[in-house]
């Protein structure tokens, strides 16, 4: 059986999904199951493909021992042959990736984050703390860390991780 696979997704793939693939990360390493599973994440448009994280979403992570690494990429057709989950961090993006889906079975891989966290409400979305305040990173981070537990628990359930 081969790994999981997930990719997390938002605008520009600086912020709001660099953190929910460093979350992701964090959780499988105090689950011991960093090689159990396949993270990346991407952005929906190309307005930062290349750069490291946001550096507010760096430092927010960081002071929780987090660590948030990697370059911006554009998410493409290609990648839901790629991924078994893509996690929109949004309904906007995620309507930019069923747009962008070649098929059925990769429009069934799209989900929103939040609705992996039985706290939240269905369609709940991870807010953009791109134009915001210092707190909106904190946030995101809470919200990451709620999803991201609700998906990892999903995952061992489906896939015997």
């Known amino acids: 059986m081969s790994k999981p696979r997930v990719c997390f997704v938002c605008l ?13 990360r964090h959780l499988l390493a105090e689950a011991g ?30 002071k929780r021992g987090i660590v ?9 057709k290609g990648d839901f042959a790629r991924f078994d989950y893509v996690v929109a961090m949004d309904a906007s993006n ?6 962008l889906a070649p098929d ?7 989900h929103l984050l939040r ?8 369609g709940a979305e991870v807010p953009d703390p791109y134009y915001g305040g210092a707190d909106g990173f904190e ?7 709620a999803g991201c537990t609700g998906l990892l628990a999903h995952i061992r359930d489906q896939h015997g991780v």
């Open 115 to 122: 609705d992996f966290d039985p706290e939240s409400p269905t």
């Open 33 to 62: 199951l960093t090689d159990a599973i396949v993270v990346d994440s991407a952005g929906t448009a190309a307005y930062h493909v290349g750069e490291s994280p946001d550096r507010r979403s760096t430092a927010t992570a960081r």
């Open 68 to 76: 948030l690494e990697g370059a911006a990429r554009r998410f493409e």
């Open 104 to 110: 059925d079975e990769a429009e069934a891989k799209i």
């Open 94 to 99: 995620e309507r930019n990736l069923h747009q």
């Open 139 to 145: 946030t995101v981070v809470d919200i990451c860390i």
């Open 12 to 24: 520009g793939n600086i912020c709001r999904s660099p953190t929910a693939e460093g979350v992701f």
